[in-house]
């Protein structure tokens, strides 16, 4: 990324805590928050792949389990959920730099279009569908979720990966996908919600909350029922609903421990505390020495505040960045 790029990115990182205040259905927020939520990434997609490699999601874990098996399996467990096969047409939507899309694919066999708003992700995603060879079965559109420049009924499948959180307007999202999937097509949404332990009287909590929005480009985070009830209101039939790390996951491995630094690894080793913080320490001596644009130590900065966060609210159990809902469009 450029100096200039950089240094735009991190302007409108800043503007997104005013912008995520405005009421859901404000104009402004509507137009502006999509941009801001793709600068967000353009400021820390390259810290992502550092410590996360292609896929940047949570997963139940399993005792000895690397995050990376993790990651492919629970994967491979959406795609077995959704039944995919050769010849179907399937959306990723919120596709990140393709690492779910390639294990998904390759898994199945179904085509894939990874929906995204964010040009470098793109880019990324494009030369790992090719190092792959998977360039006949998964491609990449530009495009906004709730407007999406395709015709309807055009997928008979979708799925996203805790993506759709940072949507201005949860409600318009959801009528866009149902609008993209054909008739009796299903559908898989993981996402970050808070949980029923989330207490909005509790200082604490609700200053871990806004910590996590702020800091990841999600704003308003939905607890449990609200989201079930927001997908219910698009014309969804909801199949199931379950906070995966509940159902799947492992009391010893929970889904932050990545961030803690228990599994620590020399692969694993970014996302640790220590990690993190020699990654502020190294970017702010690249900055001085012009080797980074100004405003990198700046991101790193910000993922770190958004890793501690994310780590409390695991502890007290009141976030999830696993909540399944399986949905399906009436034929």
Not at 121 to 129: A, E, T, Y
Not at 227 to 241: C, D, H, I
Not at 245 to 273: H, I, K
Request: charged share 25%; hydrophobic share 40%; with cysteine.
């Amino acid at each position: 990324m450029t100096q200039d790029n950089m240094k735009e990115a991190i302007k409108n990182v800043r503007r997104f805590r005013k912008v995520s205040e405005l009421p859901s259905d404000s104009n402004v927020r509507l137009r502006d928050q999509p941009k801001l939520v793709s600068n967000f990434y353009d400021a820390v997609t390259s810290f992502y792949e550092f410590g996360w490699g292609a896929s940047f999601h949570f997963s139940p874990r399993r005792p000895r389990e690397s995050l990376q098996s993790s990651q492919r399996r629970h994967e491979e467990g959406i795609g077995t959920l959704l039944k995919l096969r050769p010849g179907m047409k399937v959306a990723d939507v919120g596709c990140g730099v393709g690492g779910p899309l390639i294990t998904i694919a390759k898994a199945t066999g179904a085509k894939i279009v990874g929906i995204n708003f964010n040009e470098l992700q793109i880019q990324s995603g494009n030369q790992r569908v090719q190092r792959a060879e998977l360039s006949d079965s998964c491609s990449f559109l530009y495009a906004d979720f709730m407007n999406v420049p395709l015709a309807e009924d055009t997928f008979d499948a979708l799925y996203s990966f805790e993506a759709l959180c940072h949507a201005p307007n949860r409600k318009l999202v959801f009528l866009e996908l149902l609008r993209l999937l054909k008739p009796g097509a299903e559908a898989a949404f993981i996402d970050w919600v808070l949980t029923d332990e989330f207490d909005p009287s509790n200082s604490q909590h609700d200053e871990i909350r806004k910590s996590i929005e702020i800091n990841n480009a999600t704003p308003e985070l939905a607890t449990t029922r609200n989201y079930v009830k927001t997908v219910r209101s698009a014309g969804f039939e909801v199949l199931l609903a379950k906070d995966q790390q509940v159902d799947e996951g492992n009391p010893s491995t929970p889904w932050y421990m990545a961030l803690q630094g228990r599994d620590f690894s020399l692969a694993s080793f970014a996302r640790t505390p220590v990690g993190r913080a020699l990654v502020v320490r190294t970017t702010r001596v690249l900055e001085r020495l012009r080797l980074a644009p100004a405003g990198t130590s700046e991101a790193s900065g910000l993922l770190n505040n958004a890793a501690d966060a994310l780590v409390e609210a695991g502890k007290l159990g009141i976030f999830t960045p696993s909540f399944l809902v399986h949905v399906r469009k009436p034929a």
